[in-house]
């Protein structure tokens, strides 16, 4: 983490993550933090006013809360609730060395080991609401919609390798991955229907990212006749997810009759990447202008919401549900306490919308659809609502 300091060009991916477990020496390191944190949101906070926040009277209750705090955890949440009451997307502090596994290698275009799937709460109950398309627990067999009872014995919520991946300062839905740094598998029990007793599958980590993924979700979907393409981005962090859609295009899908673009999840660079994205799929000249829809969702954030509005602006419909709304420009900031480093909101990016402001208020569907997370079987209501809605805009453009 030596000499990492700088403030995104473009929009960055979303990984407000909850700290790891480890010890530490309690009280003083924990205020020192604080104090560092709140230091680096006077110098580099996008909003001079600090969004209207009494910033010494916030920091110095949360400067008694990390006093108080028995752990490095403790210190860490401390220093999160601080930020969070700025009450803004990309702002949150991670340990240095999530950092370095999850990011700084996405954005490198690097494989890591991963479980490959993530889990969302709702109320009390945790379902499994993505996988890495070829990943570990894709492979292991895990569906969308799965009840996660326990992993490896606890349950969920206090499972010791939960990582929580959400800005709490937006409101967002609490998501979590699970750490694979101690190379063990994991015993995840699932409920696969509402009464239904539980099986037990166990998922070894594997070598992967969202870039190979997005490569591996790219196939062909047969609909009364028609062949649709379908490329998830993952994430649009590294040109290696454009150049695996591009390829596609131009070779397996060129016969597609249509394309569905799927922009759930995490965001990434508006330029070049999401840029280019747009271009192929709308530009001038682009061959599948006018067939293609694009999947956005409340997990849609980031460069990818700025993608969303190109689109949409350009004549592709969106089909889901309202983006995150979290779309401002990101920085990165090592502290030299608790080895930490802060992602901190540093840039408004209306420029790039028009003048538009999506933080807080995202972008709306063209074709809204309700969400089916709970017990869906594998089964993904967005993809089949936008097969339904790509099958009736060919149908009507053959009918004129």
């Not at 933090?33 to 209750?61: N, Q, T």
């Amino acid at each position: 983490m030596t000499g990492l300091r700088f403030a995104a060009a473009a929009l960055a991916a979303c990984l407000a993550l909850a700290p790891a477990a480890g010890p530490a020496e309690a009280t003083e390191e924990g205020a020192a933090l604080v104090d560092e944190v709140a230091r680096i949101v006077e110098r580099h906070f996008y909003d001079r006013g600090l969004a209207g926040v009494d910033w010494k009277a916030a920091s110095e209750r949360h400067r008694t809360a990390a006093r108080e705090a028995a752990d490095r955890r403790g210190d860490l949440e401390a220093a999160n609730a601080l930020l969070s009451e700025l009450r803004v997307s990309h702002t949150f502090l991670i340990p240095a060395e999530v950092y370095e596994r999850t990011y700084d290698s996405e954005m490198r275009g690097r494989a890591t080991s991963q479980f490959g799937f993530m889990l969302e709460r709702r109320g009390t109950r945790f379902f499994v609401s993505d996988l890495l398309a070829g990943g570990a627990a894709d492979r292991a067999g895990l569906r969308r919609g799965d009840e996660v009872v326990s992993l490896d014995g606890a349950g969920p919520a206090a499972a010791p390798r939960l990582v929580a991946f959400h800005d709490r300062g937006t409101g967002a839905a609490a998501r979590y991955e699970l750490d694979p740094s101690d190379g063990k598998p994991i015993a995840v029990e699932l409920r696969r229907a509402e009464g239904q007793a539980t099986a037990t599958v166990e998922v070894a980590a594997g070598e992967t990212n969202r870039v190979l993924a997005s490569a591996a979700s790219i196939r062909t979907i047969r609909r009364d006749g028609l062949r649709f393409g379908y490329a998830r981005l993952y994430h649009v962090l590294h040109r290696d997810c454009y150049r695996a859609l591009e390829q596609a295009l131009m070779g397996p899908l060129a016969s597609a009759d249509g394309l569905i673009l799927d922009l759930r999840g995490w965001g990434g660079y508006w330029d070049p990447v999401g840029r280019s994205v747009v271009r192929l799929v709308s530009g001038v000249g682009s061959p599948w202008r006018g067939r293609v829809v694009a999947i956005v969702d409340e997990n849609t954030r980031s460069a990818k919401e700025v993608m969303a509005y190109h689109l949409r602006k350009r004549g592709i419909p969106l089909v889901g549900r309202r983006t995150a709304g979290a779309v401002l420009g990101a920085g990165f900031y090592p502290t030299t306490v608790a080895s930490a480093v802060v992602v901190l909101a540093v840039r408004d990016v209306r420029s790039l919308t028009d003048g538009v402001n999506l933080e807080g208020a995202g972008v709306e569907p063209d074709v809204p659809v309700d969400d089916a997370l709970p017990y869906a079987g594998g089964e993904d209501e967005l993809v089949e609502a936008a097969c339904r809605d790509l099958e009736a805009r060919l149908a009507g453009a053959r009918l004129r």
